[in-house]
């Protein structure tokens, strides 16, 4: 029996996020990870079970005794929209994919605009959701992203707006909205093994400022006004000079500011993405900037399109789990 209805609900989203993480699970492989009682994890694969989040599976193979019932989660029981907003040589592009809760692609579109409207949008996401019956978004934007309003955006026709607000007003669907190098560092840290509680993902591309994102004990570290890792704030000169270094000495500008984040941070893993960039040669300018021993592990990826996919699923995921009193 359960001692409240909100401690009912925390149980099942412990056993649901198993399922999520390892979509297999016999009922003491949920025990061991989640301390539940094995009384308590009966009942709710029985509920999992009757709501179609779970089907029973082949059984295990027995060790001596009874053969243990086996689950999967099922796929179709929800369908999540993600949506990666990002600008090229001038162009917005509106890269769309709709995946279940089993992480399979389902669809995979991308449109492409020299303006986009914010009524263009909902009608994209509209579309979507219609086709779909989503319940939640998540969108990756270029932007300084508070709590769902939209500051500096490379995207003028979305800047100072609340989108979150208005998209869940006019489609009636919850939004997640987050950063684009944000969203990437959760895709990167959610699909790989990181054992550093202090990492920094710095993004260089090869025609615009440098976008920073820091996480920080199993967080995202916003600052007050979610200006957190606005690169291009520091003081290498204004913006427009920055772009003109980007042109001409991209190694430069990224060393300066990696030195920064290592000096004012001090993260243990930086990931970055700087397709104009020689990694040998940025590890070597950097060593000769900083103490050996202050020196970050680095990691260089070659696209952000992945990442960024997968950190839109995290983005969904999370926003659809059932969160208690203080979460």
């Known amino acids: 029996m359960y001692k409240s209805k909100g401690l009912k609900y ?3 989203q412990k056993v649901k996020d198993y399922f999520i993480k390892y979509k297999y699970a016999t009922k003491n492989d949920i025990a061991d990870s989640t301390k539940l009682s094995h009384a308590t994890i009966t009942n709710i694969l029985k509920e999992l079970l009757d709501n179609h989040y779970i089907e029973q599976v082949e059984d295990c193979e027995s060790t001596g005794g009874r053969k243990a019932k086996r689950y999967k989660i099922c796929g179709a029981y929800m369908f999540f929209g993600l949506i990666d907003l990002h600008v090229e040589k001038h162009i917005i592009h509106v890269m769309c994919r709709v995946i279940d809760l089993d992480f399979r692609i389902i669809k995979n579109v991308q449109y492409c605009y020299k303006q986009l409207s914010k009524e263009k949008l909902i009608h994209i996401i509209q579309k979507l959701k219609d086709d779909h019956f989503l319940e939640h978004i998540s969108l990756s934007i270029p932007a300084i992203v508070n709590n769902g309003k939209i500051e500096k955006c490379d995207i003028d026709s979305l800047e100072n707006i609340d989108l979150k607000e208005y998209i869940e007003s006019k489609c009636d669907i919850q939004v ?7 969203t990437a560092m959760l895709g990167y840290i959610h699909t790989h093994e990181i054992k550093s509680s202090s990492v920094a993902f710095v993004y260089q591309p090869d025609h615009h400022h440098s976008g920073c994102g820091l996480y920080i004990n199993h967080a995202i570290l916003y600052g007050a006004t979610h200006f957190a890792g606005e690169l291009g704030y520091l003081p290498n000169g204004t913006l427009i000079e920055q772009e003109e270094t980007l042109k001409n000495n991209p190694l430069s500008l990224l060393v300066k500011q990696v030195t920064s984040i290592i000096a004012i941070v001090n993260p243990s893993l930086i990931i970055l993405h700087a397709p104009c960039i020689n990694d040998a040669e940025f590890i070597h300018m950097i ?13 260089f990826i070659e696209s952000m399109e992945k990442n960024i996919f997968d950190g839109l699923a995290c983005l969904c995921i999370e926003n659809s789990r059932y969160k208690g009193i203080g979460e």
Not at 176 to 182: Q, S
Not at 287 to 299: A, G, S
Request: proline share 9%; glycine share 0%.
């Open 287 to 299: 060593e000769v900037n900083l103490p050996h021993q202050h020196l970050p592990q680095f990691q």
């Open 10 to 12: 925390i149980s099942i």
């Open 176 to 182: 997640a909205i987050e950063n684009d190098v944000n």
